[in-house]
């Protein structure tokens, strides 16, 4: 066991990089201005499914500034060769190849860019574009009768035992169809690009979450190789997912760079937004389960229909839950997707396991009430002592303790069961609960560290930070593995030229750049102990490398701390005017355990009995995370999920003109999201402790578990609160009338 010791980890550290968000200072992707920047501004389909049979430029080529107006008719010169970077590519298909073609497969499809010296000139040139089709009526609803499956996915079915026959003999059986509406991740950053060609050689700034998965597609579009990309993204202002993809605005942008010869600015608006970068596809979730009398689950039959668009099929996770996360001998799961006349769809945050959880998690709920079980008994009666699925050995599972302490924290023995049977005057009270699951997913990474003379240090890595604090975790990591202060360490990212790293999404950063920080770190430490034990000139000379720590950028004995030396006399005394490795991280390939994180999420509302109002008053998640890195990054993160199930499950909603396929709230007015007035008193409590087996560092991610098992919690809170089973999200007044 190494006795370097620990001072940043583990401390509820404020982010490295506030006082630059805070002042402005932090340069996002519209922030960057080359030299010569122009402006693009796209032009979208007013229809949903069509041909274009004409676009009038006319109007738009004679405006003052206007530098042109591209679209299919120019037959642009794009490859779209296979990008074999893709990475857990949630959609399959032909992709959405820009001006290729005359055909509109949905509404705010970009049909034309128009580029100009001003973004006004370019916004006013874009309105005055006319485009004329030849439409068809759209098909843009997933509950619409008739409308044909997609059944090709061999991963869409999962079976175990005989769930018919065990769901036909079981003792108490519920079955309830389960509606999710289709959520859009609206984070407050827009979309942007900035490209500039140099050449053959494209830099892109670009909001991203995967500057690699960035670089490889657009060299896979532009058919150059990805060494001659450059994306660089330092900071991206929330995402939720939907910039895990290279969306088709990135192609405008570099197309019209290409074709103008000037780096070019592109900024999708907040409403095409909701056309352009991926949703939370809405899902009709059926479930039929069945138990003992004493809650012993015998059978679960799951059928689910998600929407994705014709011409790629979106899949996610939203199976799995279903399969491991309880003891349930006979399964039977099909999941279907449903094509229509929309874009793809994307990851959203929890992305799949957060449906899933929903329907699972309200089943229970319902069980429970019929069989007169507390519903934290029943989820403690139906734990695995093995992963159901697979069969392995969970890695940690501490399910039960989150259970536990989060009924004991949240003083859920004051729970009536009896539904409307807690007032506090016109409010109707009520409490309810959750658990959740999320897969520790791992990839490979690396991470490049090097030691000045000065005694200061960088780190780089190619990942992204959305929000999370990645710029203040690694931070922490290197500090106390270089045994250097927080000041003395430099973290950068964001750049496709640094040591590359996997996507910064599914709560997978800190597991892979975080063990390739660490190691990196310990491998340079180390050389800077051997260098220093090996030199006959330093007071470390003869020492038992083993016995030698550094602290505050002092290397010495760790039984004797006035025996030692600085980096700076040691690099300096050698005439090193630096030391510098490769940190790397490879997860274990042999699979021999289950590896998730767990989550118990309690909830408390208030609903007005007469206008049918629901009114959070408090909540507490608990969670299995493994080793918690960042205190205080961590109680953010599990607020912010908290937030964002709360508007889940009570406000959001895209809603979709079916007769045209227009998205009629594609705006923060319409759409509504959480602001402070609705989020009431919020707490989440991390478990002590680490999973060994995750990875070096012990941690097995917290972006995703925190946002999952809420929306069912309230609920389920919302029932106890009223007595009405809602089984639709959002939960609307109008339900509860």
């Known amino acids: 066991m190494s006795l370097q010791p620990q001072a940043a980890v583990g401390a509820p550290l404020s982010r490295v990089d506030g006082r630059l968000k805070v002042t402005g200072q932090a340069k996002y992707a519209a922030d960057h201005v080359p030299h010569g920047m122009v402006h693009a501004v796209v032009v979208d389909s007013r229809v949903a499914r069509g041909r274009i049979t ?106 175990r035992g005989n769930p018919e026959e065990a769901l036909a003999s079981a003792e108490v059986r519920v079955e309830s169809t389960y509606r999710l509406a289709r959520n859009h991740h609206n984070a407050m950053e ?39 990309v450059r994306v660089v993204s330092p900071f991206v202002g ?49 479930l039929q389960v069945g138990s003992t009398r004493n809650g012993r689950l015998a059978a679960a039959v799951h059928r689910v229909r998600g929407e994705t668009s014709r011409y790629e099929t979106f899949g996610e996770g939203v199976m799995v839950p ?34 899933g959880v929903f329907a699972m998690e309200s089943a229970l709920d319902e069980l429970a009430h019929e069989l007169g079980v507390d519903p934290v008994e029943l989820r403690l009666r139906n734990e695995p002592e093995e992963d159901p699925a ?31 049977s807690r007032r506090d005057g016109d409010w109707l009270i009520g409490m309810g609960m959750a658990s959740g699951v999320y897969d520790t997913l791992r990839m490979r990474s690396e991470a490049r560290v090097r030691l000045d003379a000065d005694g200061t240090a960088l780190v780089q890595a190619s990942t992204s930070d959305m929000g999370p604090g990645t710029y203040t975790s690694m931070t922490q990591l290197a500090a106390d593995a270089l ?65 030698v720590v550094v602290r505050g950028g002092r290397l010495h004995v760790a039984a004797d701390p ?27 390939g042999d699979d021999r355990f289950s590896m998730y994180a767990y989550s118990a999420v309690f909830a408390e509302v208030a609903v007005d009995r007469r206008l049918g109002l629901v009114r959070m008053r408090r ?11 960042s205190p205080k990054l961590a109680d953010s993160q599990a607020l912010g999920g908290m937030v964002g199930g709360i508007g889940g499950a009570l406000l959001e909603h895209t809603v979709t003109d079916h007769r045209d396929g227009r998205i009629v709230n594609a705006n923060l007015a319409d759409y509504l999201v959480p602001v402070n007035a609705d989020i009431p008193d919020l707490r989440a409590i991390y478990l002590d402790g680490a999973d060994n087996h995750a990875d070096p560092i012990g941690v097995k991610g917290l972006g995703e578990i925190v946002a999952i098992g809420v929306s069912p919690a309230i609920a389920n809170a919302v029932f106890n609160a009223t007595g009405r089973r809602v089984r639709e999200l959002p939960i609307t007044a109008e339900a509860l009338l």
């Open 54 to 159: 004409g676009i009038d430029t006319r109007a738009a080529d004679a405006q003052p500034g206007v530098l042109g107006v591209i679209s299919h008719l120019d037959k642009p010169e794009l490859v779209y060769r296979e990008n074999q970077g893709a990475w857990l590519d949630p959609a399959v298909g032909e992709r959405l190849h820009v001006f290729q073609d005359d055909k509109v497969r949905f509404f705010g499809q970009p049909v034309a860019v128009v580029v100009a010296r001003t973004l006004e000139a370019a916004q006013h040139a874009a309105d005055l574009v006319k485009v004329s089709y030849d439409a068809e009526r759209p098909s843009t609803d997933l509950t619409a009768p008739g409308v044909p499956e997609n059944e090709s996915l061999p991963q869409q079915n999962y079976a």
């Open 190 to 228: 827009l979309h942007a690009t900035v490209a500039r060609w140099d050449g053959e050689r494209l830099t892109v700034w670009d909001k991203t979450q995967w500057t690699l998965g960035a670089r490889d597609e657009l060299a896979a579009v532009f058919g150059i190789p990805a060494q001659n």
């Open 238 to 286: 929330g995402a939720f997912g939907n910039a895990l993809r290279t969306w088709p605005h990135s192609t405008l942008a570099a197309l019209a760079a290409r074709e103008t010869g000037r780096p070019v600015k592109l900024v999708l608006t907040r409403e095409q937004l909701y056309y352009g970068v991926g949703f939370r596809p809405a899902y009709e979730y059926r």
């Open 322 to 355: 279903g399969q491991m996360h309880y003891a349930t001998p006979h399964v039977r799961q099909a999941y279907r997707t449903v094509p229509l006349d929309v874009n793809t769809p994307t990851f959203m945050r929890g992305p799949g396991y957060s449906t």
């Open 390 to 420: 697979s069969g392995l050995p969970f890695s940690t599972r501490r399910l039960r303790e989150c259970l536990r302490v989060g009924a004991r924290e949240f003083g859920w023995q004051r729970r009536n069961p009896r539904p409307r």
């Open 483 to 547: 045994g250097l202060t927080m000041r003395t360490v430099r973290f950068e990212l964001g750049d496709s030229t640094f040591a590359p790293s996997p996507p910064h999404g599914g709560s997978q950063t800190m597991a892979g750049v975080g063990s390739a920080v660490q190691d990196g770190c310990d491998k340079l430490r180390q050389e800077a102990i051997k260098l220093a034990v090996e030199d006959e000139r330093s007071p470390l000379h003869g020492v038992d490398a083993a016995d």
């Open 562 to 588: 006035a025996r030692g030396e600085t980096y700076r006399q040691l690099l300096a005394r050698n005439g090193r005017t630096h030391l510098e490795v490769t940190g790397t991280f490879t997860p274990a």
């Open 619 to 629: 909540m507490l998640g608990v969670y299995d995370v493994g080793r918690v890195i």
